[in-house]
């Protein structure tokens, strides 16, 4: 069974900084793209940032490039999400995403439980 | 950037209806579309991919068509556990990058 659990999340101040994990199992970690999506109180979904497989190619969506950074462990089947530069607009649940094949990335077919992070003074 | 417009916003229905749920895309998305569920205090659940596939475990009462920019996810008959959220999401060619609509919530009348 596919399992995505995430770790990390809090209250922090405007400026500061958090570190995401997300620890999964039950599948070949190192085969598939990985993402974040979050997901404000009340609001739609966002998607944040993928990963390729081996790390070699990163992706952002244009609110967070340049503050948050996206990497991975495959030995210890891990995804991470450095938050810098951290506004209230961060705050939100954060999920950990898997997708839908081993393939090049296209949907969400795995998601975690989300951890929430609270920007505020 | 492609942007993705979900109507309409709510759609209020009886437990045995149908439900017609609409998606556009700014522009052409071929069939790269999918179809999330979200219930509150879950994780959205992947339903339809590919605009019209269904995906591991999804009963048959939900059915997506479409493609370029016009997209229908159809409930046949809705059951209690069906009243949630729901979300339309594409996935650009190059680079990787990916769009929600604003979502659907499907409450009961």
């Known amino acids: 069974e596919v399992q995505l659990v995430e770790s990390g999340g809090g209250l922090v101040q405007p400026g500061g900084s958090l570190r995401l994990s997300c620890a999964a199992s039950?599948?070949?970690?190192?085969?598939?793209?990985m993402s974040w999506v979050r997901q404000a109180p009340g609001k739609g979904l966002e998607w944040v940032a993928n990963?390729?497989?081996?790390?070699?190619?990163?992706y952002y969506v244009d609110s967070v490039k340049g503050r948050f950074t996206i990497s991975r462990d495959n030995a210890k089947n891990s995804l991470y999400l450095q938050m810098n530069s951290l506004r209230a607009e961060d705050t939100a649940v954060y999920y950990c995403?898997?997708?839908?094949?081993?393939?090049?990335?296209?949907?969400?077919?795995?998601w975690g439980q989300g951890t929430l992070v609270t920007v505020s003074s | 950037e492609i942007v993705l417009t979900q109507s309409p916003a709510t759609l209020s229905l009886s437990p045995g209806e149908r439900a017609t749920l609409s998606c556009r895309a700014s522009q052409s998305v071929s069939s790269y579309l999918a179809w999330y569920q979200q219930k509150p205090g879950q994780a959205p659940r992947l339903l339809i991919y590919?605009?019209?596939n269904r995906a591991t475990g999804i009963p048959a009462r939900f059915s997506g068509s479409g493609s370029g920019t016009d997209f229908t996810l159809t409930i046949s008959s809705l059951e209690p556990e069906d009243f949630a959220v729901y979300y339309c999401?594409?996935?650009?060619?190059?680079?990787?990058?990916?769009?929600f609509g604003p979502g659907t919530k499907v409450d009961i009348k």
């Open positions: 995403a898997r997708d839908v094949g081993s393939g090049w990335p296209e949907y969400f077919q795995h």
């Open positions: 999401q594409q996935r650009s060619n190059w680079p990787p990058r990916f769009t």
């Open positions: 990963i390729k497989q081996d790390g070699s190619e990163k």
């Open positions: 590919d605009a019209s």
């Open positions: 039950g599948f070949t970690f190192s085969s598939y793209w």
